[in-house]
């Protein structure tokens, strides 16, 4: 039983920073929440090789200013 909640618990978290990044879909058939954990690990690291760590949230820009 606890293992099974530790599952749902992962899955729950990375559901929920899928959401936060790429919306509730992998495509245009499949929510996020019919994924097995398996499945929203690999869309994960996907998602995390696809991506820079400084391209959207909480990331830095520039702002160039003629003086």
């Not at 559901?15 to 058939?29: E, H």
């Amino acid at each position: 039983m606890d293992y099974r909640k530790g599952v749902e618990a992962r899955r729950k978290i990375l559901v929920d920073k899928l959401i936060a990044f790429n919306g509730y879909k992998k495509d245009d058939k499949t929510f996020l929440n019919e994924l097995t954990l398996k499945e929203l690990k690999n869309e994960y690291r996907k998602f995390l090789s696809q991506s820079h760590p400084h391209d959207h949230f909480g990331s830095i820009q520039w702002i160039y200013r003629k003086t």
